[in-house]
């Protein structure tokens, strides 16, 4: 079945929105229950078929899942049966990947199916893979699958990345925290969602030191047990809404975030013309986001944390489409993340593309168009541009979207814009 979204442009978002749980942490987080045996209980995790068909795998391999007073979500692996996920599972998740660490952590074996998801680049695991060899496990590619044993148990050792990876570094430190002996992992990703997983990790009685920093220290232990753990809000989600209230002329109110992971934003946002105001009502921090006329033109350059998140590239192009001048976007990340392009130039957006280079050059409006998303965030992007257009547009393949967003028409319509889902 078809999906996709007619949406009204030229209304400003108002009101207020509450972002849910990290995309990024809960699909790390779900395989890393699988190494203990016990249950654990997962708070704020956000509805969106990511999620879903990660549970699926997880019940396919014999753990159950289920939810307890309404949101959360009780996971038991203690029935797991299987280390083998094949590419029917995976196929439309990038994420599947944390599998591998998780099922060689606990089982010392594991097969997996080389991992789908959005098409943003060649995007490798040979960092994972170098990371499951330095902990002394043999690890083979054939026949579409990463097969990785460590007979005698994995052992600790010292890690280099040489790019930053968040799925590396997550994989290896989730496959490291039962290793015998010390785990070092150096040139690691500094996302808020690696330290997420380490904390996610040390509730279930793992040593994990230094997640947040470059150098992530990992003294194995024997056992872990079941924990309740709450995810953090998603900073993704978060940034998307600031960046749409923004596009949209809007004045928004974002709540369940946390401020320091939204400074790259935040401070572009602002550079761009827009107000953007830090809260706490006491309860909870809340972010305030209100857009003007057109933004000025500004540079972005994405880089892994704290740096300018690359998923949030594209959202931020549809923004800046509109500015006065020319805006230069670099995409330092993923050599292909530049999809969304041809679709905002139907909206009527000038755009120039120079390898990783895009120069924006600022047009005084967009009309709105048939759209069609290509990846996760670019679907986003597109969302956002046809918020902030004139005119109705539609934008197809909205499953894309799906995978990463929560009720994403709902909460729009919350804030007053005019934007409903259609199936064919
Ligand atoms: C994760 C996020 C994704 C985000 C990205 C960068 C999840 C589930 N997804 O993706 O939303 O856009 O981080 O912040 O958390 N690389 C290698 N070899 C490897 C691994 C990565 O060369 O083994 C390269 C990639 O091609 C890319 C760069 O390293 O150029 C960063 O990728 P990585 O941080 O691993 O991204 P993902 O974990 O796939």
């Not at 249950?39 to 014999?62: A, F, S, W, Y």
């Not at 040593?207 to 920093?213: F, I, M, P, Q, Y």
């Not at 009527?348 to 409006?365: K, P, S, Y």
Request: aromatic residues 4%; contains cysteine; charged residues 20%.
């Amino acid at each position: 079945m078809k999906q996709w979204y007619r949406i009204e442009g030229g209304k400003p978002l108002e009101g207020a929105v509450t972002i849910s749980g990290a995309k990024n942490a809960a699909v790390a987080i779900i395989p890393a229950s699988i190494l203990t045996g016990e249950c654990c209980v997962l708070e704020n995790i956000p509805c969106i078929e990511d999620v879903h068909t990660l549970l699926e795998i997880l019940k396919r391999i014999g753990g159950a899942v289920s939810y307890t007073m309404g949101e959360r979500l009780r996971l038991d692996s203690s029935g797991v049966n299987s280390c083998s996920i094949t590419f029917d599972m995976v196929s439309t998740l990038r994420a599947s990947y944390y599998l591998l660490g998780a099922l060689l952590g606990r089982y010392g074996h594991a097969e997996l199916s080389l991992p789908g998801g959005c098409v943003i680049g060649q995007r490798p695991i040979d960092q994972h893979i170098k990371g499951m060899r330095a902990l002394g496990a043999h690890v083979v590619v054939e026949d579409g699958l990463v097969k990785a044993r460590a007979d005698n148990g994995l052992v600790g050792s010292e890690v280099y990345f040489d790019v930053v990876s968040v799925g590396a570094t997550i994989n290896v430190m989730m496959a490291a925290t039962m290793a015998a002996g010390q785990t070092t992992l150096v040139n690691a990703a500094k996302e808020p969602h690696v330290v997420d997983v380490a904390n996610f990790l040390n509730m279930m009685g793992a040593r994990v030191k230094g997640a947040g920093t470059d150098m992530i220290r990992i003294t194995g232990v024997s056992k872990l047990h079941g924990c309740d753990y709450a995810i953090i809000p998603d900073q993704i989600e978060a940034g998307t809404y600031m960046v749409a209230a923004a596009a949209t002329g809007g004045n928004v109110v974002i709540k369940n975030i946390i401020p320091t992971h939204l400074e790259a934003i935040s401070a572009k946002l602002m550079e761009s013309g827009a107000a953007v105001v830090e809260g706490d009502d006491g309860r909870e921090f809340f972010m305030q986001v209100t857009g003007g006329g057109r933004p000025r033109a500004i540079n972005v350059k994405t880089l892994p944390y704290p740096g300018f998140p690359t998923d949030l590239q594209q959202p931020m192009m549809a923004h800046l489409v509109k500015a006065h001048g020319n805006s230069f976007i670099m995409e330092n990340i993923f050599e292909e993340r530049f999809n969304h392009v041809a679709e905002l130039v139907r909206m009527g957006a000038l755009i120039d593309l120079n390898g990783r280079t895009a120069m924006v050059q600022g047009v005084e409006r967009l009309t709105g168009a048939p759209l069609f998303a290509s990846d996760l965030r670019a679907g986003a992007a597109l969302v956002v541009a046809a918020l902030a257009a004139k005119g109705t547009s539609t934008v197809h393949n909205i499953e894309l979207i799906d995978r990463g967003y929560e009720h994403l028409e709902q909460k729009l319509r919350a804030l007053g814009a005019n934007i409903t889902r259609h199936v064919e």
